[in-house]
């Protein structure tokens, strides 16, 4: 992969945006599937395991039809590591075939004074108001010189249109005079003002990351982002976050800074496997007590006799939130909320939720809809208001029109609130600074295909790939595609090189995760492969509690050091300091962020062990997922399958693909939980969880009793000479 020298057929078609010697086995089949498919506008689900060369198996057709059809390829990732991988393909290719691509990111990371959105755009507009009279002025003083050498040339008339514009020149100056009070943004104002082709020019050079765009605008006194986004009509392509697609409103803004319509973009997803909750969050809207109570305070300080009105709908559904949450704390509940937000059930299966029947019982005006719409109206107003001073610089900051956040959050909630797929939740958290516990309303979005099904049916074709995506008819349903091609290839690696173990050890059903005698199977099961490991062991365990539990027991009889991943901690950190030991163990929870987007490669770990099914936690919210997708996609436990057991055995498949990264790893995968073994698939009916798994990756696991672990791995790191020495004793 290595040597840049190209052979006369690959430098056909698509080949030219190859940048490599040879295609990896199955890529160049991949490359032509997904042209073909790509040429016809049809979505593709392409699952490939570590070694498929996905991105390039992706990105190199998409790039040849986007150049023979005139369209724009969208890269996309929510993984940070995976941004840095596109940069690193995007400044490879361009080496065979010059494209023209960027790298875009929000603009909260690439903002040089910090500032919201609103800000900026009222920053922008009196900056480019500024400029423009400025320009305005310096050209009416150009013709007033004009006019005079003329007059004095002895051309009657000149002195009459001089005269007119003396006049003009003098309202343009007091302009100026009314506007040098106004906030303007000094970077901005460089854009408008200064050369920047020399900007474009290095900017189109190579592929830059948005560190590099900030640091050379930071240096040219430039706004970066502005810029940015004015370079982005007519590209190649363009690199991105997930919410410049998901987000709806977002994505119209994004496709008119690309000059181009919905059906001009090719989108290609990576990690595609985290579409779904993806979407499900941009779907979601909250509105947090706090607003109600800034929208209140907002509304008492206007003299607008609409606000009587407003207040009387917001302040009903502000004491219906508190009192909501209030009655549903049972001793001690309220001293145990933290930081975190956690939910409170408020849904009735034949009626409207608690929320809603508390606030029409406490609403007592006139009629809801007409002060809902008074409290909408005087909102703009005020927002409008808001803009106008910051403005003309009455303000240093850009005030956010708290009265139409919290009117139009309760009209979606009352209007909306009984729609297939969204769940009406309350929820508590405490502030840390001042202890106290607040709410918010929440309209939970269950189903993400009312997101990514407009999106698909809108842009000329999609390519999602992952390495997690089968079952593939379950991806469709769930993110609304129609008639996808689909392909999957498994690890290209030699096969000889690995093992994976499906380990009977006592299912761990969160029941039985007490009992001391499952504890202590488990744990010798742990302790045989770390020991029988030559070098590092990866092991995921449902969450971060069993992590810790089992981290602890290491530690008293292991001798190998025990690193243990807890919340709030840097993960990065930790991962180097864990990669730099030989012979260590890294406990974690499969649900934290080591699982996906994050390599072990080469030697920085050799054993990779998921401990348990690790279900997520099955709350109010996950029973009303299920529910949505029961009554959305028909079939026995529809919704149990679709948002339960894929997903959790996705995120176990992602987690054993953190080892095996090249054709020269060796390595151990091991499966310890009763429920993946195909042996006990008859005994433990609809909880196993074998039959879930692709049938390539079944077909690989190797059932095996807890106690012959320590042998299997001992001859097989041994077949390898991967001790390079004796063998520890079993």
Same mark, same amino acid.
């Given at each position: 992969?290595?040597?840049?020298?190209?052979?006369?057929?690959?430098?056909?078609?698509?080949?030219?945006?190859?940048?490599?010697?040879?295609?990896?086995?199955?890529?160049?089949?991949?490359?032509?599937?997904?042209?073909?498919?790509?040429?016809?506008?049809?979505?593709?689900?392409?699952?490939?395991?570590?070694?498929?060369?996905?991105?390039?198996?992706?990105?190199?057709?998409?790039?040849?039809?986007?150049?023979?059809?005139?369209?724009?390829?969208?890269?996309?990732?929510?993984?940070?590591?995976?941004?840095?991988?596109?940069?690193?393909?995007?400044?490879?290719?361009?080496?065979?075939?010059?494209?023209?691509?960027?790298?875009?990111?929000?603009?909260?990371?690439?903002?040089?004074?910090?500032?919201?959105?609103?800000?900026?755009?009222?920053?922008?507009?009196?900056?480019?108001?500024?400029?423009?009279?400025?320009?305005?002025?310096?050209?009416?003083?150009?013709?007033?010189?004009?006019?005079?050498?003329?007059?004095?040339?002895?051309?009657?008339?000149?002195?009459?249109?001089?005269?007119?514009?003396?006049?003009?020149?003098?309202?343009?100056?007091?302009?100026?005079?009314?506007?040098?009070?106004?906030?303007?943004?000094?970077?901005?104002?460089?854009?408008?003002?200064?050369?920047?082709?020399?900007?474009?020019?290095?900017?189109?050079?190579?592929?830059?990351?948005?560190?590099?765009?900030?640091?050379?605008?930071?240096?040219?006194?430039?706004?970066?982002?502005?810029?940015?986004?004015?370079?982005?009509?007519?590209?190649?392509?363009?690199?991105?976050?997930?919410?410049?697609?998901?987000?709806?409103?977002?994505?119209?803004?994004?496709?008119?800074?690309?000059?181009?319509?919905?059906?001009?973009?090719?989108?290609?997803? !990576?990690?595609?496997?985290?579409?779904?909750?993806?979407?499900?969050?941009?779907?979601?809207?909250?509105?947090?007590?706090?607003?109600?109570?800034?929208?209140?305070?907002?509304?008492?300080?206007?003299?607008?006799?609409?606000?009587?009105?407003?207040?009387?709908?917001?302040?009903?559904?502000?004491?219906?939130?508190?009192? /909501?949450?209030?009655?549903?704390?049972?001793?001690?509940?309220?001293?145990?909320?933290?930081?975190?937000?956690?939910?409170?059930?408020?849904?009735?299966? !034949?009626?409207?939720?608690?929320?809603?029947?508390?606030?029409?019982?406490?609403?007592?005006?006139?009629?809801?809809?007409?002060?809902?719409?008074?409290?909408?109206?005087?909102?703009?107003?005020?927002?409008?208001?808001?803009?106008?001073?910051?403005?003309?610089?009455?303000?240093?900051?850009?005030?956010?029109?708290?009265?139409?956040?919290?009117?139009?959050?309760?009209?979606?909630?009352?209007?909306?609130?009984?729609?297939?797929?969204?769940?009406?939740?309350?929820?508590?958290?405490?502030?840390?600074?001042?202890?106290?516990?607040?709410?918010?309303?929440?309209?939970?979005?269950?189903?993400?295909?009312?997101?990514?099904?407009?999106?698909?049916?809108?842009?000329?074709?999609?390519?999602?790939?992952?390495?997690?995506?089968?079952?593939?008819?379950? /991806?469709?349903?769930?993110?609304?595609?129609?008639?996808?091609?689909?392909?999957?290839?498994?690890?290209?690696?030699?096969?000889?090189?690995?093992?994976?173990?499906?380990?009977?050890?006592?299912?761990?059903?969160?029941? !039985?995760?007490?009992?001391?005698?499952?504890?202590?199977?488990?744990?010798?099961?742990?302790?045989?492969?770390?020991?029988?490991?030559?070098?590092?062991?990866?092991?995921?365990?449902? @969450?971060?509690?069993?992590?810790?539990?089992?981290?602890?027991?290491?530690?008293?009889?292991?001798?190998?050091?025990?690193?243990?991943?807890?919340?709030?901690?840097?993960?990065?950190?930790?991962?180097?300091?864990?990669?730099?030991?030989?012979?260590?163990?890294?406990?974690?929870?499969?649900?934290?962020?080591?699982?996906?987007?994050?390599?072990?490669?080469?030697?920085?770990?050799?054993?990779?062990?998921?401990?348990?099914?690790?279900?997520?936690?099955?709350?109010?919210?996950?029973?009303?997922?299920?529910?949505?997708?029961?009554?959305?996609?028909?079939?026995?436990?529809?919704?149990?399958?679709?948002?339960?057991?894929?997903?959790?055995?996705?995120?176990?498949?992602?987690?054993?693909?953190?080892?095996?990264?090249?054709?020269?790893?060796?390595?151990?995968?091991?499966?310890?939980?009763?429920?993946?073994?195909?042996?006990?698939?008859?005994?433990?009916?609809?909880?196993?969880? @074998?039959?879930?798994?692709?049938?390539?990756?079944?077909?690989?696991?190797?059932?095996?009793?807890?106690?012959?672990?320590?042998?299997?791995?001992?001859?097989?790191?041994?077949?390898?000479?991967?001790?390079?020495?004796?063998?520890?004793?079993?």
């Amino acid at each position: 992969m290595k040597d840049q020298s190209r052979t006369v057929s690959e430098t056909a078609g698509y080949m030219r945006f190859f940048p490599y010697d040879q295609p990896y086995e199955n890529q160049r089949e991949a490359m032509d599937r997904i042209h073909n498919a790509l040429t016809r506008g049809q979505n593709v689900l392409f699952e490939g395991a570590c070694g498929t060369g996905k991105t390039l198996s992706s990105l190199v057709p998409a790039l040849e039809v986007a150049r023979e059809q005139d369209k724009t390829v969208v890269i996309t990732t929510n993984v940070h590591q995976q941004m840095r991988q596109f940069v690193a393909e995007a400044r490879a290719i361009t080496r065979e075939e010059r494209i023209r691509a960027v790298v875009f990111k929000g603009k909260s990371s690439m903002c040089h004074i910090d500032v919201g959105y609103e800000e900026c755009q009222a920053l922008r507009d009196n900056t480019r108001a500024v400029v423009d009279t400025e320009r305005d002025k310096r050209q009416l003083e150009r013709r007033q010189r004009e006019l005079l050498a003329e007059s004095q040339e002895g051309d009657g008339g000149a002195a009459d249109a001089r005269s007119a514009v003396m006049d003009e020149l003098e309202s343009i100056e007091d302009r100026l005079e009314d506007l040098a009070d106004q906030n303007i943004c000094e970077y901005y104002r460089n854009n408008l003002t200064d050369d920047t082709d020399d900007f474009f020019s290095w900017l189109f050079e190579d592929v830059r990351t948005p560190d590099e765009i900030y640091e050379y605008a930071e240096n040219q006194q430039l706004c970066g982002y502005e810029l940015l986004k004015e370079g982005l009509e007519g590209v190649d392509l363009v690199v991105c976050n997930y919410h410049h697609l998901l987000d709806s409103t977002i994505r119209q803004q994004f496709f008119r800074w690309l000059g181009r319509d919905p059906e001009d973009v090719i989108a290609v997803f !990576d990690e595609a496997h985290n579409v779904e909750d993806a979407a499900r969050e941009h779907a979601t809207r909250t509105c947090s007590e706090r607003t109600f109570d800034s929208a209140l305070d907002e509304l008492a300080d206007t003299d607008d006799p609409r606000s009587t009105d407003a207040a009387n709908a917001l302040s009903a559904f502000h004491r219906a939130l508190v009192e /909501t949450y209030e009655e549903s704390f049972g001793f001690g509940d309220r001293e145990a909320v933290g930081e975190n937000w956690t939910d409170i059930s408020i849904a009735n299966e !034949d009626r409207r939720d608690e929320l809603t029947l508390e606030f029409l019982q406490r609403y007592s005006g006139q009629g809801i809809d007409d002060d809902l719409e008074a409290a909408m109206e005087l909102g703009q107003e005020l927002d409008e208001q808001y803009e106008e001073a910051y403005r003309d610089g009455e303000t240093a900051t850009r005030t956010e029109c708290q009265t139409l956040q919290a009117a139009a959050f309760v009209n979606a909630w009352l209007e909306e609130g009984t729609t297939e797929g969204l769940y009406p939740v309350v929820a508590v958290t405490r502030d840390a600074g001042t202890d106290e516990v607040y709410g918010r309303a929440e309209l939970y979005s269950c189903l993400p295909r009312q997101v990514t099904g407009r999106l698909f049916d809108d842009v000329y074709s999609t390519v999602l790939m992952s390495a997690t995506l089968q079952p593939f008819d379950v /991806t469709e349903s769930v993110l609304g595609l129609e008639e996808p091609v689909t392909m999957a290839y498994g690890l290209q690696f030699p096969e000889d090189r690995r093992r994976t173990y499906a380990v009977e050890t006592p299912p761990l059903f969160s029941s !039985d995760r007490n009992d001391p005698d499952v504890q202590e199977s488990v744990t010798e099961t742990i302790h045989d492969a770390v020991r029988m490991t030559p070098g590092n062991t990866l092991a995921f365990f449902p @969450n971060y509690g069993e992590a810790e539990r089992y981290a602890d027991r290491l530690e008293a009889q292991s001798a190998k050091t025990v690193y243990l991943d807890e919340p709030g901690e840097s993960v990065e950190e930790l991962r180097q300091r864990f990669v730099a030991d030989d012979g260590a163990v890294l406990c974690t929870s499969l649900w934290g962020t080591l699982a996906e987007g994050v390599s072990f490669d080469g030697d920085d770990a050799t054993t990779v062990l998921v401990v348990g099914v690790p279900y997520p936690h099955l709350d109010d919210r996950a029973e009303a997922v299920q529910a949505a997708y029961d009554a959305a996609f028909e079939g026995t436990e529809t919704g149990w399958r679709y948002a339960v057991e894929i997903p959790t055995v996705r995120k176990t498949r992602q987690a054993l693909g953190r080892v095996i990264r090249s054709p020269e790893d060796v390595g151990v995968r091991a499966l310890l939980d009763q429920r993946y073994s195909r042996s006990a698939k008859a005994d433990l009916g609809r909880y196993s969880v @074998n039959s879930t798994f692709p049938h390539e990756e079944r077909e690989e696991l190797i059932d095996l009793d807890p106690e012959k672990l320590k042998f299997a791995m001992r001859n097989f790191y041994g077949d390898h000479d991967a001790y390079g020495g004796e063998p520890p004793a079993p």
